[in-house]
């Protein structure tokens, strides 16, 4: 059996919930952010680019290069790698814009 | 279980939200910024010395990247396992429980700082997000201001770069240390410095694959200079510790090379490897592809610094080509009553950061210091200088840029129409590329492609003059900034109009 990093810090996480993404359920445990429950299931990409429609994921995990963005509970934009998966949160995939209402 | 002793209850339960104390009560001795081993260090050396403080960080929990650690609901026993000097911390977090207990601390965890505003000699105002409605701010009042807003990842860009899969070396490392997640089952991870070693050793214990550690430089650079080295050991101890995981788990390293392409159409899945020469110029001929699901890339660390900046603080450059904050001997940086510690100043690890946030906390409470203290400043100084010499980017990486390569992930420009900028329309600097073409105009504010773009305008990190000389760094403008991070707009409005519908901002 492959060694996983729960193993290595004798996790004893609570029990996992669900959230769901793009209509399916997708299995959190408490205190993961949105971005490291989708990797726990395999999944790299929740958004789509503005100009080429290319997929992106998280890529630098801390809340700095905004490719994690989704649409979470009805808004868009939102940081996956920052925000807690709650029971029941859902996410669906962002194409483009979204909706860009903060100042840079 | 809890995973430290200094759990937060978050923004929610903190003081300093609208209205509460920490904003309309007496102003701080001293507010700190960044709650990072030098952060910690500060606020808790501060407290002891007497001073009333509070301590800002966007996070949830303490520990800034280098001590991140799970969120408390995921139980974890050993939190230990994914940290050098982790009882370091917890002592750091057990003094600051104290304080806090006593209220000689406040914790503003989820209090994400844009702006510093010098309102009058020791009357400082820090304008703080805390979430996305207009009433999710803070205006935190202080006498004093320490910045220890840490580093952030550079980034080089190369073809693929953009594919699901990729990610930053410190994301690879922060998605494991907080969620227990790994993005995928066979990590390439590449790039320069010493933070590769570090994600690997971490990658590799926490179960997943790494075929190869991909090191642009060749390590010379810190036998030429074996005195400070040997003024260091407990580094070198640090690095046999990632030496001795990696070897164990049969992971090798390949110096003087790089990934100079990412495959793959949805998500990655090789990527193809090249020797570089002494300019990082990759050698045709010498390419070889490897396998892998993941790759996690980073070419050092940016010191953190806009809020400075945009108040005028003078910053120096590094021996590997960044804006650092330009600070004396008391951590004093050229604006009158701010303050530096850690990576602000220049990287240099968490021992660093630890010894400047007590020096600085000294200084701001005008007492004396240890001359032990100073002494191991300098020395550690020393040897992140060497370190930063040694992983200095080399002017011939833009050998594997290709046309269509995006160097802006946010707007999606790619290396063609920088050129373009520069060579036809004249562009001589970064700010004039980015006008022509919104490089660095997205949301991350040319965070990731800000050292390239510079470099490809022909000024900035890494661009170097080829003559391999051993002369300085040509000097580095730190970017422009003026909110060090997104602001809601109707945060924005209500600051500027504190009666309007978002009610009073202090
Ligand atoms: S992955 Fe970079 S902001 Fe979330």
Known sequence: ?104 | MPTSPSESPGAAGSPGVQGSPATAGAPYDLAVIGAGPAGLAAAVTAADLGLRCALLDAGQRTGGQYYRHPAPGLGATRPDRLHHGWSVYTGLAGRLDAHRESGRVDLLSGHQVWALERAGERDWRLHATTGPAADDRATVRAAAVLLATGAYERQLPFPGWTLPGVVTAGGAQAMLKSGLVLPGRRIVVAGSGPLLLAAASSLVTAGAEVPAVVEATNYLGYARRPGVLAAVPAKLVEGAGHGSALLRHGVRLRRSSAVVEAHGTDRVTAVTVARLDAEWRPVPGTERRIACDALAVGHGLLPQIELATELGAATRTTPDGTAALSVDARLRTTVPGLWAAGETCGVGGADLAITEGELAAHAVADRPVRSALLRRRSRLRAFAELMAASHRPGPGWTGWLRPDTDVCRCEEVPVDRIREAVEELGAGDARTVKLLTRAGMGWCQGRMCGPAVACLAGAGAGTGDGSGSGAGPEEVRPDSRPFACPVPLGQLAAERHPDGPGGPAS
Do not use: S
């Not at chain 1, 890529?59 to 934009?77: E, H, K, R, S």
């Open chain 1, 1 to 104: 059996m492959r060694r996983t990093p729960a193993d290595l810090v004798r996790a004893e996480p609570g029990p996992a919930h669900t959230i769901e993404f793009d209509g399916r359920p997708v299995p959190a445990l408490p205190g993961q952010t949105i971005a490291a429950a989708l990797w726990a299931d395999g999944v790299l990409a929740w958004r789509t680019t503005r100009v080429g429609g290319k997929p992106r994921g998280a890529f630098c995990g801390i809340g700095a290069c905004y490719d994690c963005l989704a649409t979470v509970d009805g808004q868009p934009n939102q940081r996956t790698c920052l925000l807690p998966a709650e029971p029941g949160t859902t996410v669906t995939t962002q194409e483009g814009h979204g909706r860009a209402d903060l100042a840079v």
